[in-house]
């Protein structure tokens, strides 16, 4: 619907629940799997109660775009390049970023539970969102948790990558303090 220059929009308050089960029910509409369709759907909305709108919910026709072109894997699941005791790399296949790194982040928490230390790096996802999806799971717990990206190309609308003015490394550190919150 097209507003008027002279028409103010109103802004209506949705229950992150509506919210959750509308962004579920388009991604699945376009394939994706119901389990991969919650997660990315729980952390837009996460991103979203956080204040950082620019990864979260406003993200969601981007998404939807992407799965609808078939710019982006529907299926979920990492390709696991090597291992070893605390360490793994797995390649994203350009799949869906926070679906990915939320995969990649299990990982790591299941060598650090094995281990003592889990550290894995993905290559080729796309767009991941905010670091504290990862870091806020793991303090959760009772680890300390530490994720880092770097961007430095973005795609424009003919898919061709070109260096982004907005690209740069982004750190989130997350911790259990004592009494059992959270430190960010």
């Known amino acids: 619907v097209k507003e008027s220059a002279s028409a103010p929009s109103v802004a209506q308050r949705v229950p992150a629940h509506r919210l959750m089960r509308w962004g579920v029910e388009c991604l699945a509409s376009l394939g994706m799997p119901d389990e991969s369709a919650l997660l990315l759907a729980q ?3 996460k ?8 990864h979260g919910v406003d993200r969601l026709p981007h998404d939807l775009d992407f799965l609808s072109r078939g710019l982006t894997h529907k299926e979920r699941g990492i390709a696991i390049e090597s291992v070893s005791d605390s360490t793994a790399r797995v390649d994203g296949g350009q799949g869906h970023g926070i679906i990915v790194a939320h995969d990649a982040n299990q990982l790591a928490i299941t060598l650090a539970l094995i281990t003592g230390l889990g550290a894995v790096g993905v290559k080729n996802p796309l767009d991941c969102g905010a670091m504290a999806l990862y870091t806020k799971r793991v303090a959760q717990g ?3 948790g530490i ?3 770097r961007t430095d190309n973005i795609a424009t609308e003919d898919d061709t990558e070109t260096p982004s003015s907005t690209g740069g490394t982004m750190v989130s550190i997350s911790l259990p303090r004592d009494d059992g ?3 960010h």
């Open 142 to 144: 009772k680890l300390l």
């Open 181 to 183: 919150s959270l430190a």
């Open 43 to 45: 952390s837009r909305i």
């Open 147 to 149: 994720a880092v990206s």
């Open 47 to 54: 991103m979203s109660l956080w204040g950082l709108d620019s």
